[in-house]
């Protein structure tokens, strides 16, 4: 049988036996068994391990406590954002979350800058207002 192996950075054929092709078969698979096991525990891991590690755990890896206060802080945001009307709140979320500029907003909402504007800064108020009634929470 002819195989071709790279010698020196160039493919040369060999007349081998069968014996021989397939022992280098075999170690050809085993090579890339090796690499893709070497792939899938790159950071030394087992797989479970690693889905654990990056998805079993809140953001960042942040503890349970983390956890918590964060989605306490979200829903006390929430409560602020229900108080207000339902164009205030959808132009201060397209200006803080998705950050579009004022013009893009008004385009997007057909109406006029100046009331993209005074909605985002009447949200802004009512927040400031609203973290000062709670300054050690």
């Not at 014996?19 to 797989?47: C, I, M, P, T």
């Not at 983390?66 to 339902?86: I, Q, S």
């Not at 006029?112 to 207002?129: H, L, M, N, P, Y």
Request: aromatic letters at 10%.
């Amino acid at each position: 049988m002819e195989v071709t192996i790279n010698y020196n950075g160039q493919a040369v054929a060999v007349e081998v036996t069968l014996e021989v092709y397939e022992f280098l078969d075999r170690a050809d698979h085993k090579a890339e068994n090796l690499s893709h096991e070497q792939r899938r525990h790159w950071d030394g891991r087992e797989f479970d391990e690693y889905i654990v590690a990056t998805e079993g755990v809140g953001i960042y890896g942040e503890t349970p406590e983390d956890y918590l206060c964060r989605k306490e802080t979200l829903g006390e945001l929430m409560a602020v954002l229900d108080t207000c009307t339902e164009a205030q709140r959808r132009r201060f979320l397209l200006y803080a979350l998705d950050g579009l500029s004022f013009s893009e907003i008004a385009a997007l909402c057909g109406c006029s800058k100046s009331s993209v504007q005074g909605s985002i800064e009447a949200v802004r108020k009512i927040f400031q207002k609203n973290l000062r009634n709670h300054p050690y929470e």
